[in-house]
């Protein structure tokens, strides 16, 4: 089933954005069966929509757009989408419920807002339960055309839970059949050697992707066609056979997330000690729901002050082996299991760049030490020069730690 | 101008790339006076690319194609275009002495390298200073293509070095000027309200864009041609007399950039109690590089014992309002100036969801309360019901009640 993905935005076109909706939605729409043979943007232009979409419904059988349903007069879809298909707009009590729904708590409804419940009149109104504009799906001679928000969580919210779900029943789309695993104590390289000969003798038509993603080591093993989920499932035991208690998850959910049950499911609680992170280690802990349970506090030890004050890190060992160190990271995990008075700690301390680094301690050395009660180990990790991959990389190295050292 | 961008590539098209090329070419033409009016990705497929391009140029002047140009079998750009073109490859020795000076220094000249020296017949070689793939210049009719290659690095320097000028120097293109503002206090909507007269008073070719982003307001305002800016300056001047304080910058960069420049220039330093947000301030503070000149640290008190022990608010006032209160983040600010040491912090307690809510305080309910050395403002916010979302509102609401206070 061919499929095309059209932002509409000016603000794409002048490069004010990047683009990362596209990136997701190709890859949900190509698991559950769906070719994405091309990816357009245009402007909030009506000619140029009305003539797009034309054009790429010669080529494809569905047509996906984000974005220009917004209350503002730059945004003009919908309208546009009423010309194209000849219709008008009309008001939708269903859709200002919703949108009263979702707007209830936080702010008034004024006019703008209130307009959001007019819709095209032929076409499938989808309610949007987490955003003010509603989705529109349009199926002639059928081909469909899927309008949904720019705004990335709403438009996931929706792909997720409605479009896709609703796309596959229309066109049965054979999916692919697929497991994803996260696995800890390996090199990508060490682990590419490990299962070289159960690679090389997987069934006709699977495929192993090694999924990038910085500090955590995912593998996506796939293969068209339910009919094969046997033959998957074969495989899988075969894998576990080969990697154990290295597999930390088998699906493709972020480690924090992974953490939270482990440390729910033992009881143990938890608490961050963090320097070159600065706090990014409790954030991915506390953004999953329900952490509160596990998770008790956090200590950001950016100041060495910090560190000493309120971490009881040995000012001696900062002025022996600098900040970056294992008996300063070895102190702050010790100190968090302390201060916080949890069972499992997470310390960090590095040099994220661009500035701070030495010959001996160059930008990316970094320094994670967890800690289970008694048990403590501290590791050194040598990662690249950018910053914000560094904190991402140094957030997940050290989530994977704490996990090898939970399975053992 | 008209000038399209066309990525080749199938990792575009399955999302296994996040394409952040393409938005900064867009930007780097548009304020070189080019309209980009469309971006599209296609695979790496010879029949799509030259249709596409066919279909392209009906439209636009100038095509800028990335991607495809490597030495392996899934390139087939180069081969494609001498297709297109009617033209033929033919073997050129400055390009090999080019890839032999680019290559020297860091790998030996293998035959795949080595055939990169073979350029359509009939265009205009730009040598590639930074990689092994010549860029191509096609004019037709004065309709110009350029193929030139999808690595960031290599893209971007010769975007710069050589592709823009030459395309400036062939079209006196006429570039836009623009302003961005970011501004506090409002809703979409009511922005859009609030502005309503003015905005439909805009001289004639004026635009403006909203930009939205979760507690915080984005405007552009935009005219194309150098000769406009005074008109510009003008409807700038108008803006603040209708917005005033509300507009916290006039560049489109990150909060946490704008109060690192206020406190740096302030001489003042900042931590962070965090609750609800649960680190998520300290993270966005610290991915600016230089951070530590101001940020000494941060506590995350996701439990009442760490708020109590590290933060010292007093447990009679969560006794009696709550840890969600105008006494706790209170208590929370003025202790994470005393324990980190800092003039300035930011504190934070709230009910992110989904769990969690009560009658009195639903989900979405925020406390903020910012301190800069003895002034202390305690405000209390009603946000959405989505947990992701709450905790970047809440940490972007935060650092611009922190910058309201700085502008006082």
Partial sequence: MKTAIITIGDEILIGQIVDTNTAWMAQKLTNAGFDVT????????????????????????????????????????KKTLC????TELIFDDSVLANIQNVVSTWTALNPLTHDQAYVPKDCTVIQNKVGTAPIT???RNDKVLVSMPGVPYEMKFNM????????????SAEAYVSKVFIVVGYTESALAIHLTDWENNLPEGF????????????????VKGEERRHELEEEIVKLYNLLDKAIVADRDIPLEKILGE????????????ESCTGGNIAHLITSIAGSSEYFKGGIVSYSNEVKCNILKVSASNIEKDGAVSCSVVTDMAKGAQKALNVDCAIAVSG????GGGTDEKPVGTVWIATAIGERLVAKKYQMGKNRDMNIIRASNTAMMQLLEMLNE
Avoid: C
């Fill in 160 to 171: 997720e839970n409605e479009i896709i779900p609703r796309l596959q029943s229309k066109y």
């Fill in 207 to 222: 495929g192993l992707a090694y999924l990038p993603s910085p500090g955590v080591m995912k593998l996506r093993l796939f």
């Fill in 38 to 77: 091309e990816k357009i943007s245009i402007g909030d232009n009506a000619r140029q929509i009305k003539d797009t979409i034309a054009d790429v419904f010669t080529r494809v059988d569905v047509i996906l757009t984000t974005g220009g349903i917004g209350p503002t007069k730059d945004d003009i879809t």
């Fill in 262 to 273: 482990h440390l729910l499911s033992s009881g143990l609680t938890i608490g961050t000690a």
């Fill in 137 to 139: 799906w349009f199926d």
């Fill in 83 to 86: 010309e194209y298909y000849g």
């Fill in 351 to 354: 040099i994220a760049g661009p």
